[in-house]
């Protein structure tokens, strides 16, 4: 699994000239889901993004979460994360998730982040499975961490 976290000042989906998703100050996240990939490695993923410490403090450093500033989150479906571009210049996507899995993987990210933050400032934005989204955002730093499920 493979979350593209931007650290934004604002962001947002639009399917069809309509907003699907829209955020201030937070976190834009691309999600790509492979065959292999469980709710489990999910969790794991999940835990920690909501940890992830990426945000300045009144010094300066970057020690703060999305919950210590009153982020929000916008997730979107990504399966061009897993596009493998060693062989010619048309990408293969063959190792990402059938849209049955990626999808479940997907909802269960969504939910199990909207039932994290129930009671906090955190607002839980998406876009659509599967629509050809536009995405829209302002990097703040610019500040984009690559969170692979391998590497944790």
Do not use: W
């Amino acid at each position: 699994m493979k979350f593209l976290i931007q650290r934004v000042k604002e962001a947002n989906v639009t399917i069809d000239g309509r907003v699907s998703g829209s955020i201030g100050k937070g976190f834009f996240v691309l999600i790509g889901v492979t065959e292999s990939d469980t709710k489990e490695i999910a969790d794991k993923m999940i835990k920690k993004l909501m940890g992830l410490r990426i945000f300045s403090d009144s010094e300066g450093k970057t020690n703060l979460a999305l919950s210590d500033v009153g982020g929000s989150l916008l997730l979107v479906s990504q399966f061009t994360l897993y596009a493998d571009c060693k062989k010619g210049n048309r990408p293969s996507f063959i190792k990402s998730g059938s849209p049955q899995h990626a999808e479940e993987i997907y909802d269960y990210i969504v939910e199990t982040c909207r039932s994290l933050t129930s009671g906090t400032p955190i607002k839980v934005e998406t876009g659509e499975f599967g629509a050809a989204m536009s995405c829209s955002l302002v990097n703040d730093g610019p500040f984009t961490i690559d969170l692979d499920s391998d590497e944790l």
